[in-house]
């Protein structure tokens, strides 16, 4: 697992020392993902920066987690032993069956970071906002899932909400048909990503960090002859600003950034629960999206808003609904397992 599970059995904590850690991990993530998303925004559409090389950007997070994973991997195995730290090394056969993974993990970290590159950080949510849909979707083409009606309302209002805010941005001059493709093209991404994960998950013994690991280092040389045939390497022999101490001090706080995602949200859905994180999500969304058009000095319209809160607004309630139906299926023991397999998406 990616963190120890909380021991049982003993005397549970106060209800204010609860509360109190449950608030300082939702922070912690908050505070972790939107910083991560202005700091990307920065490395990759900065004008003072004017570095356009997306993938290289990627690449160096993904070898900086790659190199952090093996890092602590090594810190553990010299002090005393953590379950959550398995050791690491790196063997051939299981990097190629993680290999799939692999391709799928670069196409949703890359499609990411090049939305993130042509829309701004205010409508990035939007812009990405169909992983909902497309998990539906998939589920039901690949896992032959079905999915309620009341669900699949909610991810009407997601699609209506995705389609005004494309609009409102058309109607204000600031929509980039790249940026929303690689927003849609995300979205897919995220969603096979998972029932991948789920897939390749028994390869590395179901060890997050195992499986994090093999990712990163497939990703780093995946991306070696994408780089060069998109000619990113001339891109940065020419960066006048490639020898600049604060220039790599960025790079690296954007990989150290983009690791602790992965480790703040299994805290939260740790001292949470896998719901709770979702509305956590849904409403950190909301925060940046806010603070993106304060910090950029931007003016958006009624309608612009009204998109936002459409997707906000129809993510919450299939979380909402999603809750419910497991709660129900946990409760009814006469469920078939069909069922179960279903609310558990």
């Known amino acids: 697992p990616l963190l120890p599970a909380e021991g049982g059995g003993g005397r549970r904590a106060p209800f204010l020392l609860r509360a109190l850690r449950i608030a300082v991990v939702v922070c912690l993530y908050w505070f972790t993902s939107i910083a991560m998303v202005f700091l990307n925004k920065y490395l990759l559409d900065s004008p003072s920066l004017r570095l356009d090389a997306p993938l290289f950007v990627t690449f160096f997070q993904c070898a900086l987690t790659a190199a952090l994973c093996l890092g602590l991997s090594l810190g553990a195995a010299c002090g005393p032993p953590c379950p959550g730290l398995p050791a690491l090394r790196l063997d051939p056969k299981v990097s190629r069956s993680v290999l799939p993974l692999s391709a799928v993990f670069i196409g949703m970290v890359t499609s990411n970071n090049l939305c993130l590159k042509h829309v701004g950080v205010a409508f990035y949510n939007v812009g990405r906002s169909l992983t909902t849909v497309f998990n539906v979707l998939l589920s039901y083409l690949l896992l032959k899932q079905t999915t309620s009606l009341y669900a699949l309302l ?14 409102q941005e058309g109607a204000e001059g600031t929509l980039s048909w790249p940026g929303i493709f690689f ?11 998972a029932i991948y994960t789920k897939k390749v998950l028994p390869v590395v013994d179901g060890s997050i960090w195992r499986l994090t690991f093999y990712n990163n280092v497939n990703a780093c040389v995946l991306f070696f002859p994408l780089m060069m045939l998109l000619g990113e390497f001339r891109t940065l022999y020419h960066f006048d600003k490639l020898g600049s101490p604060s220039f790599w001090g960025m790079m690296t706080l954007g990989g150290v950034f983009g690791f602790a995602i992965g480790y703040v949200t299994g805290l939260q859905i740790k001292f949470t629960s896998p719901l709770t994180h979702n509305v956590s999500g849904t409403a950190k969304a909301c925060a940046q999206t806010v603070l993106a058009v304060i910090y950029f000095e931007e003016t958006k319209s009624l309608l612009w808003w009204t998109s936002n809160l459409m997707v906000l607004g129809g993510s ?18 006469n ?3 069909g069922e179960r397999n279903e609310t558990g998406v």
Do not use: H
């Open 154 to 167: 909610a991810c009407g209002v997601i699609i209506g909400g995705f389609w005004l805010g494309v609009d």
């Open 316 to 333: 919450f309630a299939y979380t909402w609904v999603k809750g419910l139906e497991m709660r129900k299926v946990q409760e009814d023991p």
């Open 183 to 193: 927003g849609i093209l995300a979205s897919l991404c995220v969603s096979l990503n």
């Open 335 to 337: 469920v078939k397992s």
